[in-house]
């Protein structure tokens, strides 16, 4: 699928300086309250990290070409670890910031390939890294720009961000013209729903924002990656998600749809659901 879709745009003008924390205005629009969403995953910890998929080789190469060999890289909201590990795979020294105390816990504990340079988790947010300004190469938010205030997250990146640095968002998406993906979609939806009926803020925006006048976009690209579930693989992937019910009648409710989806599609025992890895890259604007 790479290639199937690809955007460019002219490079936005520079922007005047701004200090650290500013609000700078961006087309970003998200549904859900701005709470505190650092414990959304917490007690998740082992469902996410056995049940999330990863992301295609192909997907981390384009993110780090042109950047030289072994590029500094912070992946931020990095959770537990499964998109720094393949950074690390692709050639990137990575520094992992993530909120959660269990999920960064699970990230230090699985570490990196072997031969692969160690990965520094470190606590941090996406509008408050704690990383020194204009020291990476790369920002990377692989499924957790949705999580941060945008602005705020924006101009913490900038002001990280080498001259001439990228940033790099990626988002696992279904294909939803793919009748069992589009049917699986509609039930984390209604998930969705439930959540927010209750009170839980729920990110549903999954694609970046106007990125401008801090950053210039380059490209949007797909990537295939397709997942394949037993039932339990299925459930797991559900249960992992932020906005699904810890017990109770809704939950009951939903995995009886999830079941009811994996019995009408499934062959040999294996649901196939048609995903690719979304990536925009943009450039960072001079300056600061």
Not at 46 to 64: F, I, N, S
Not at 123 to 137: K, M, N, Q, R, V
Not at 211 to 225: E, G, K, T, W
């Amino acid at each position: 699928m790479k290639g199937m879709e690809k955007q460019r745009q002219e490079n936005a003008p520079p922007h005047p300086a701004l200090s650290r924390g500013e609000r700078v205005q961006t087309q970003a629009t998200y549904t859900g309250e701005r709470t505190d969403v650092t414990t959304y995953f917490s007690g998740k910890t082992d469902t996410y990290q056995r049940y999330r998929p990863g992301y295609p080789r192909a997907a981390m190469e384009a993110v780090l070409a042109g950047l030289g060999s072994a590029p500094l890289v912070a992946d931020v909201g990095c959770g537990t670890g499964i998109s720094s590990r393949c950074l690390a795979a692709a050639g990137a020294r990575v520094i992992g910031i993530e909120p959660n105390d269990d999920m960064r816990a699970a990230a230090t504990a699985l570490g990196q390939g072997k031969g692969e340079p160690p990965i520094d988790y470190r606590a941090g947010t996406g509008e408050a890294t704690g990383l020194p300004d204009h020291s990476l190469d790369c920002v990377v938010c692989a499924q957790a720009f949705h999580w941060f205030d945008g602005p705020r997250a924006l101009r913490e990146f900038h002001c990280i961000l080498r001259e001439g640095g990228r940033l790099a968002l990626l988002w696992n998406k279904r294909d939803e013209s793919d009748p069992a993906s589009a049917e699986y979609e509609r039930i984390i939806s209604l998930a969705m729903d439930l959540a927010e009926e209750t009170g839980r803020g729920v990110a549903r925006y999954r694609s970046a924002p106007d990125l401008r006048p801090l950053f210039a976009q380059q490209s949007v690209d797909r990537y295939d990656n397709p997942v394949q579930y037993s039932m339990e693989d299925l459930l797991g992937r559900a249960r992992s998600s932020s906005y699904w019910p810890e017990s109770g009648e809704p939950r009951d409710r939903l995995e009886a749809l999830l079941g009811a989806l994996f019995n009408k599609h499934q062959e040999q025992g294996v649901l196939r659901i048609r995903q690719y890895t979304e990536v925009t890259l943009a450039s960072r604007v001079r300056g600061s």
